[in-house]
């Protein structure tokens, strides 16, 4: 763990920065946890935390896609926190049924020792927040998990295919992330079977 | 530019979610603009996109240390979109003052063409936090600068001295810039002022 600078700042309870600091140093390493999908360019692999910028974005810009009355600010708010589990437990391929079994609890230990750098209060709100993404139950975590689900979609359709090729996913294993953009957002879901069904006419995906 | 998929989405507007998807795919190419400070751990540069996550993460842990009524959902809002203009105008380091002059210039047309790809009602509403950044005139933009202008610092205190030592940066130099932090946080600024004594102490600094 990175200890930050041993300075004092007066004004302020020196204890509670501190933690603070530490956490925003700890996510740092987000910048380093690859991801499988390529840039929309193809030029490299894609970092957690760059990912999650552009969800961030992307979740504000098709705001207008969630059911109404959804909270955006609080989608954006998970989407900025979703991967951190991951400077721990590393990327899971959304696709490796293996690494899927053990990813829960590896996530789970992650969470409890990154969040707890934080403030005590702070940690909860944190906890809370990946707690309610991962559990897939309110209209924001369902909309801030389609948004996820469709962005390495978008990334594959631009790279020739990309990690669909590469690992031979079949048409049906997509379309079951698909189901998860639909719940989260009809119209994103729709564009997401559009976009799977033009990839399956360019050879982009394996037969199941 | 790159295109979206030309596939249609039935029961949307096509011509407004081919704009927002143009303005998703483009904004993608943030992760590949370098600034120059590396991440906390040395490794290499960090890119504007994980940058801009990093902060917006940022503002959220130390939205305490905001004036009191700082809408903390407008302050992320503007960090997740306030590089994007360098897309086009490339990043400037922030004591290059030769490339400070014509940087207003290019990073305007920038935001011209890049906000211009979002549906117009969106653009409108893109650039308006763009010009409010720049600006720095309300309290969430101060805050958001603050922190924009605090995060260079502690990668370059936790890479021994970082762009400082690279460029022969003074003492002096650093505290125009932290002047801006407190401008936008007292707590921020003070923090800011302990960090630049000790890296004072250490050498990273040059004499003015």
Redesign the interface.
């Known amino acids: 763990m ?1 200890e930050p ?8 309870d020196h204890e509670r ?1 501190t933690a ?2 530490r ?3 700890e ?6 946890i690859l991801r499988r999908n390529l ?3 193809g ?1 490299r692999r ?2 957690d ?2 990912h ?3 969800l ?3 979740a ?3 705001a207008e ?1 969630a059911p109404a009355g959804t909270n955006i ?1 609080h989608v ?2 998970m989407l ?2 979703h991967d951190i589990v991951e400077i721990d437990a590393g990327d899971t391929f959304v696709y490796d049924t293996g690494a899927s079994g053990s990813q829960m609890e590896r996530e789970c230990l992650a969470a409890d020792r990154i969040f707890a750098l ?1 403030p005590s209060d ?1 940690a909860v709100h944190a906890r809370a927040l990946w707690d309610e993404f991962e559990a897939r139950e309110t209209a924001e975590a369902r909309f801030a998990k389609a948004v996820d689900r469709l962005a390495p979609m ?1 990334a594959n ?2 790279t020739d295919g990309g990690t669909w090729v590469q690992f031979g996913v079949s048409k049906d294993q997509v379309l079951e992330k698909v189901k998860i953009i639909s719940e989260g957002s ?2 994103l879901g ?2 997401a079977v ?2 799977i ?2 990839a399956e006419r360019r050879g982009y995906l394996g037969r199941s």
Chains 1, 2 share one sequence.
């Open positions: 990175t600078a041993p300075v004092f700042t007066s004004g302020v920065l603070q600091l956490f925003v140093l996510v740092d390493k987000l910048k380093r840039l929309i360019d030029s894609e970092n935390a760059e999650s910028w552009h961030a974005v992307s504000r810009v098709f896609y600010e954006v708010e900025l926190l934080l702070q978008l359709w631009h009809e119209a729709a564009y559009a976009l069904d033009d």
